[in-house]
């Protein structure tokens, strides 16, 4: 909406999140952060709002995993330099999923893209690794597929399987495990 106030910046407050004093922290929880505008060519697939953004509490949910799934203060730095230009974005549940080249230890993960309320624009509510024994589930429904895709980005939506990948793009080689 024109004039409206956006959330604080995410890139300017993403140390402090992930490594301020829990009282710091406690006072982020209803917190939402800025993320990007919204490109036009996402507002023609239907995409509505005009920025993107993300709750606390989906940050959050990253803190404490295991060291190949946590997210750094890079990565949501990436993921915000990315999201508008993503190389495929489908439709999921009442959302759209967006799928970009932020890579985590080497895997590249997925943007779930939700529109939760368009007051608030584009809502984030979830982030998850897309290389794996998973990959992406056979039921999306594409909507856009850039023209211009990486030979990365194409195995990602050919649904390979993890095993057959070298370690940079969906396993560890070293224990071999789902990543």
Not at 16 to 39: M, V, W
Request: glycine share 8%; proline share 5%.
């Amino acid at each position: 909406m024109a004039g409206e106030k956006r959330p604080a910046s995410l890139k300017d407050n993403i140390h402090g999140i992930l490594h301020g004093t829990k009282e710091e922290k406690e006072k982020l929880q209803r917190a939402f952060f800025y993320i990007a505008d919204t490109p036009d060519f996402m507002k023609k697939l239907g995409l509505t709002g005009d920025y993107f953004s993300i709750r606390y509490g989906v940050i959050s949910r990253h803190l404490g995993k295991d060291a190949d799934h946590a997210l750094q203060e890079k990565d949501w730095i990436d993921l915000c330099d990315k999201i508008t230009i993503p190389f495929a974005i489908a439709h999921y549940r009442v959302g759209y999923r967006l799928f970009i080249d932020v890579k985590v230890n080497g895997v590249f993960i997925t943007v779930g893209v939700n529109v939760k309320n368009p007051v608030k624009g584009l809502e984030i509510n979830s982030v998850i690794t897309a290389f794996g024994y998973r990959g992406i589930p056979a039921n999306e429904d594409f909507i856009y597929i850039n023209q211009k895709i990486t030979p990365e980005q194409a195995a990602l939506l050919d649904r390979p399987n993890a095993l057959s990948l070298p370690p940079d793009r969906g396993r560890d080689a070293e224990h071999d495990v789902q990543l």
